[in-house]
């Protein structure tokens, strides 16, 4: 009966799905700037001339440097921590003192059982327009679309699945995302608890690592190139500390369970972690390095973190060709991506839809 009870305390939460939970629209803090998008590059040390130099960008039709699609689900959309005219955010000398909880506003959540802890689990996004430099990014909808209780080695709760939408100054649709989390307490589970979504991970491939660049942007693959079961070549990531503080620095993400060991075990993980906005950019990176410039990248996911990418692993991201079509006048191909570390496979495996330029077009 204990167990029944904890679950149907989330009923109240999975009667509100289809409730838009957004309020107003949420205007970005600013623009998206040449030296924002150097910074979220930085700690990828992605070097692909379409986010840092406008004569390439313009050349394969875009208005400006390029945003990475990465970093339009969360820091090119961010509403900032503080402005004049706001009360302090710091109040307490406290070294563990956590950042109060007064951003520029705050959405309005589900009913539901109370929590102490969460962290991202899966995202989906639907790329429409490409993100420049210049363009002022708007959040609208927060739409709760899913609610699934469980109980993970971390503790008990429910994944939360919620629904928006970002337009830019123009008032174009530019991406329709899906972002999961894992809303808990932290404890220790019942024998047999099932991890976090899904319940079992497949085993790792076992993808040699690619640690260094070496990509010939002036070579694009076109979709002539490409063929069924073709590996997407690997790419690996060294979390260290210092690379996960300078990515908090350049992604905006300022969670301490990312940066602080002691935080990351009171919510029940291993140590401090990636966040998403880091694994979207390592993926982004892996793919892009594949279709080249010309390439489109139209649809990421659902991705879905499995376990904690933790400081001292190096996360190795790599992929496979699952589907090549054509829809709509364009050249499509599916990739299965997934990363993994030491324990098994951390991320994915998920799809991501790009569309690649044709020899005969």
């Not at 970093?71 to 000398?93: C, K, L, N, V």
């Not at 894992?182 to 991970?201: D, H, L, Q, S």
């Not at 690996?236 to 075990?265: M, P």
């Not at 390095?289 to 991201?317: D, H, K, S």
Request: glycine residues 10%; contains cysteine; proline residues 8%.
């Amino acid at each position: 009966m204990a167990d029944e009870r904890w679950q149907q305390a989330w009923d109240i939460t999975a009667r509100a799905v289809g409730t838009d939970y957004g309020g107003e629209p949420e205007k970005a803090v600013e623009a998206v700037e040449l030296s924002s998008i150097r910074r979220f590059c930085e700690p990828l040390e992605f070097d692909c001339p379409l986010h840092y130099d406008a004569a390439v960008a313009r050349e394969y039709g875009f208005r400006d440097v390029l945003a990475p699609w990465s970093g339009i689900s969360q820091t090119f959309s961010r509403r900032g921590h503080w402005r004049p005219g706001m009360p302090t955010r710091y109040p307490a000398p406290d070294r563990d003192a956590v950042i109060l909880d007064t951003e520029l506003g705050v959405d309005p959540e589900p009913p539901g059982p109370p929590y102490t802890a969460t962290f991202a689990t899966d995202i989906e996004i639907e790329y429409h327009e490409p993100v420049c430099v210049g363009d002022r990014l708007t959040r609208s909808g927060r739409r709760l679309v899913a609610v699934v209780p469980r109980e993970t080695r971390v503790g008990r709760g429910a994944f939360l699945t919620f629904e928006s939408r970002l337009h830019n100054q123009r008032g174009e649709l530019v991406a329709v995302q899906r972002n999961g989390s894992f809303r808990y307490t932290p404890g220790v589970p019942a024998e047999g608890a099932r991890p976090a979504r899904p319940a079992e991970a497949p085993e790792p491939r076992g993808v040699p690592p690619a640690l260094a660049s070496s990509v010939d942007w002036s070579r694009q693959r076109h979709v002539e190139d490409v063929s069924v079961g073709e590996e997407v070549p690997p790419l690996a990531v060294h979390l260290t500390i210092a690379r996960l503080v300078v990515e908090a620095g350049a992604n905006l993400d300022f969670s301490r369970v990312h940066h602080n060991t002691a935080v990351a075990h009171a919510t029940g993980a291993p140590d401090m972690y990636a966040n998403n906005v880091f694994i979207q950019g390592w993926w982004e990176r892996c793919v892009r390095e594949y279709i080249g410039l010309a390439g489109r990248v139209r649809r990421v996911g659902p991705l879905r973190m499995r376990i904690f990418n933790t400081v001292g692993e190096t996360v190795v991201t790599g992929g496979v060709v699952r589907r090549v079509w054509e829809e709509a006048g364009e050249h499509l191909v599916e990739l299965e991506m997934r990363s993994e570390i030491s324990r098994g496979i951390s991320v994915g495996p998920g799809p991501v839809i790009v569309a690649l330029p044709s020899r005969g077009s």
